[in-house]
């Protein structure tokens, strides 16, 4: 949810949100907010006040922080934690972005100390987006509560997520996983049937990214008109 939470009480993004949240109450819904690549240096009063309605309506709200593919040090990325809960100590996990996913063992220890950090702060959920394979040592070392194992513009195959080959997924549980798609016009409901038997945490956008263009630059900075029908498929048996 990278919209800035303008008129929080008449804001169309954000009153839509929580309305389908109030409609779908028994699914999850974990709502991603990033103020500026991260929480800003500055407390700013709407995303205080959005966070309590959010969670006022059920979601559970988590403030973005990049590793930058484990080039930032471990201080930087804890500096960014700290920083949320100082300004908004009502939110409750964090999503790390641009996740390393390296497969060697000084990799996924990098990540799995931010998420003790984080953990440590109070701060849960956590996942972590590699926006790439994710190898199964990151898994089983506890590197998030959830990594997206797959971003992209098409859905991902049943054989990947079912993972049964060594290092595959098929050792760890489905709630430990999510997806999130971008630049699909339509919701392709036998995919979304398919995914939700591996994955726990799915969201689907039309917003549309190009590598290289700006005008496609950002896919997450509106509301998917997908959320409805996700839900709807979410809860049926």
């Known amino acids: 949810m990278y919209v800035y939470p303008k008129n929080i009480h008449t804001n169309p993004d954000y009153n839509r949100l929580m ?28 995303y205080a006040k959005a966070i309590d309605r959010l969670r006022g ?21 804890r500096k960014d ?13 964090i999503f790390f972005d641009e996740m390393g996913y390296e497969d060697t063992e000084a990799a996924a220890t ?31 070392a506890g590197a998030a509560d959830v990594i997206v194992v797959h971003e ?40 979304l049937r398919m995914v939700r038997k591996y994955v726990r945490w799915v969201y689907v956008t039309e917003a549309e990214f190009r590598a290289n263009d700006p005008m496609a630059a950002n896919p997450w900075d509106r509301l998917s008109k997908h959320l409805e029908e996700i839900c709807e ?5």
């Open 19 to 46: 309305d389908v949240k109030r409609q779908y109450e028994t699914v999850p819904m974990w709502v991603i907010l990033n103020p500026a690549s991260g929480p800003g240096e500055q407390f700013d009063a709407n």
């Open 57 to 77: 309506a059920g979601c559970v709200v988590l403030g973005y922080v990049t590793t930058s593919y484990g080039k930032r040090t471990e201080a930087q990325v």
């Open 81 to 93: 934690i700290d920083q949320w809960l100082k300004s908004y100590p009502q939110i409750q996990g």
């Open 233 to 237: 498929q979410l809860v049926e048996k």
């Open 152 to 191: 992209g513009d098409a859905w991902p195959k049943e054989d990947r997520l079912k993972g049964d080959y060594f290092g595959g997924y098929s050792d760890h549980p489905p709630f430990t996983r999510g997806v999130l798609l971008h630049s699909l016009p339509k919701l392709d409901k036998p995919s």
């Open 110 to 140: 990098y990540q799995v100390a931010l998420n003790r950090y984080a953990h440590d702060a109070g701060c849960w959920p956590t996942v972590a987006n590699p926006g790439a394979e994710t190898p199964g040592r990151y898994f089983a």
